[in-house]
Structure formats: structure tokens, C-alpha cells
């Protein structure tokens, strides 16, 4: 269950988030099974994260800090993932259909055979689209 105080943070805007992080560095981050659909997260830092289970689907997470976050059985259909860092990040059992995924940092990711990856699309907004069915292309 994800952590209230941690919510109302996020709440309060990315730029609120970023600066409680920084002041903050060693607090483990809990939004687990958090409805975070449609939101502008763009940017944030959720670098070592607990976002399992929570629910990213039609998001914005372009230039966010997802190095080791965990994203167990997280939605993220049709986010935009663009210049996001995915370093190290477990992706195990997480959906990821329809996913905008150009200019992505993405190394040593975590995936399984519960791993569901479709159509990312992998062109900038103003190219032709593009897609692949898995990150580690």
C-alpha cells in the first residue's frame, strides 16, 4: 500500500517532489498500486521507486528517473516514456503496450515471460511511427 505522505507530495506538483527529494535521498519511496493514470510525472525523480502494481496507463514520464524503481506488474499503456532513464528498473510482469519509448535510457532492466511489451513506439513525435515489441531491441 503506498505510503499517504509520499502521495501528497506528488500531489503538490513535480517540481514540489524533486525538491523533497532532494532533501530527502535516503527515504525509500512507496506509491505501490497507486492510480497515477493520465498524470504529468514528467521529469520527476522516482529513482529506486516502489511503483509496483500502480497504474501509469496514457502518462507522462518523459525525462523521468526510474533507475532501479520497481514497476512489478505496473500498467504503462500508452505512456511517454520519451528520454526516460530506465536503468536497472524491474519491468517483471508490467504492461507496457503502446508506449512512446524514443530516446530511452535502457540498460539491465528486469523482465519475465509476465512481461508484456507491444508497439512501443520508438520515433520522435514528428517522425513516422515506428514500433517494436520489446525493449531490449
Same mark, same amino acid.
Given at each position: 500500500?503506498?505510503?499517504?505522505?509520499?502521495?501528497?507530495?506528488?500531489?503538490?506538483?513535480?517540481?514540489?517532489?524533486?525538491?523533497?527529494?532532494?532533501?530527502?535521498?535516503?527515504?525509500?519511496?512507496? $506509491?505501490?498500486? *497507486?492510480n /497515477?493514470?493520465?498524470? #504529468? =510525472?514528467?521529469? @520527476?525523480? %522516482?529513482?529506486?521507486? !516502489? &511503483?509496483?502494481? +500502480?497504474?501509469?496507463?496514457?502518462?507522462? $514520464?518523459?525525462? *523521468?528517473? /526510474?533507475?532501479?524503481? #520497481? =514497476?512489478?506488474g @505496473?500498467? %504503462?499503456?500508452?505512456? !511517454? &516514456?520519451?528520454? +526516460?532513464?530506465?536503468?536497472?528498473?524491474? $519491468?517483471?510482469?508490467?504492461? /507496457?503496450?503502446?508506449?512512446?519509448?524514443?530516446? @530511452?535510457?535502457?540498460?539491465?532492466?528486469?523482465?519475465?515471460?509476465?512481461?508484456?511489451?507491444?508497439?512501443?513506439?520508438?520515433?520522435?513525435?514528428?517522425?513516422?511511427?515506428?514500433?517494436?515489441?520489446?525493449l531490449?531491441?
Amino acid at each position: 500500500m503506498a505510503n499517504e505522505e509520499h502521495l501528497k507530495i506528488l500531489r503538490r506538483g513535480v517540481a514540489a517532489w524533486n525538491e523533497w527529494r532532494g532533501k530527502n535521498p535516503d527515504i525509500k519511496v512507496d $506509491l505501490e498500486g *497507486t492510480n /497515477l493514470r493520465w498524470k #504529468d =510525472l514528467s521529469g @520527476a525523480d %522516482l529513482d529506486e521507486a !516502489n &511503483l509496483s502494481g +500502480a497504474d501509469l496507463s496514457h502518462g507522462y $514520464l518523459i525525462g *523521468t528517473y /526510474l533507475e532501479e524503481a #520497481d =514497476l512489478r506488474g @505496473a500498467k %504503462l499503456n500508452q505512456v !511517454n &516514456l520519451t528520454g +526516460a532513464q530506465l536503468i536497472k528498473t524491474d $519491468l517483471r510482469d508490467a504492461t /507496457l503496450t503502446g508506449s512512446r519509448v524514443y530516446g @530511452a535510457s535502457v540498460w539491465g532492466i528486469k523482465v519475465n515471460d509476465g512481461t508484456e511489451q507491444k508497439n512501443l513506439i520508438i520515433t520522435d513525435d514528428n517522425e513516422p511511427i515506428i514500433t517494436v515489441d520489446n525493449l531490449k531491441v
